[in-house]
């Protein structure tokens, strides 16, 4: 049954199958023209993730004689990697530089869109209307990582509001001071 349906669609995943796992398959791609033999997850490798990895000048490539789209784990840790990377300034080396390479990587192709548009509303993030997901999330990266911090204040107010129950999260909940 499933090999009679890769061959009705040449190959390709019907969708069929992502019911049932994937845990026969291997990684469908080549790395450095050597094809993986790891076991497939279940990403699969999108025109979206062939134009990373096209970017980011990554050595991989599908391999022909594979029968689906789904890539391993170590290769979508490594296309995520490369996504979230950010170019060093190679021509100053000023304390600002220093305080942003210790600062952790936040993934925001990880959200969802609406999250990332709330994110842009609240702060109101300049940006042109009509933008994609991966751009919505590059500019909002580049603002976030341009907000001044004060950890002290932050966490005097984090604090502050879990003692006082002021979150409005946690009220909307019904959660209180009882119940923790």
């Known amino acids: 049954m499933i090999q009679r349906e890769y061959q009705m669609n040449n190959g390709f995943s019907t969708g069929e199958e992502d019911s049932r796992g994937n845990s026969d398959q291997i990684c469908c791609l080549m790395d450095d ?3 993986c033999r790891r076991p497939a997850g279940n990403a699969s490798y999108s ?3 062939q134009k990373t990895v ?3 000048r990554l050595k991989l490539n599908i391999d022909p004689q ?12 490594m296309i995520q990697c490369a996504r979230t990377k950010q170019r060093r300034p190679k021509d100053s080396e000023d304390d600002s530089n220093e305080a942003e390479m210790d600062s952790p ?3 925001w192709f990880q959200l969802q869109v609406n999250t990332l548009r709330r ?6 993030v300049p940006t042109r209307p009509g933008l994609n997901k991966a751009q919505l999330a590059d500019a909002i990266q580049k603002h976030f990582k341009s907000l001044p911090v004060n950890e002290k204040e932050i966490m005097t107010y984090f604090i502050y509001m879990v003692k006082t129950n002021g ?3 946690d009220q909307k909940n019904g959660m209180n001071s009882d119940s923790v």
Do not use: F, M, P, W
Request: proline content about 0%; overall charge positive.
């Open 33 to 35: 023209g050597e094809s």
């Open 47 to 49: 025109k979206r993730i």
């Open 54 to 56: 096209a970017q980011r």
């Open 66 to 77: 594979a029968r689906h789209t789904y890539i391993c784990d170590y290769h979508k840790t």
């Open 105 to 107: 990587e936040v993934d």
């Open 119 to 124: 994110y842009k509303r609240h702060y109101k």
């Open 167 to 169: 979150n409005k999260l």
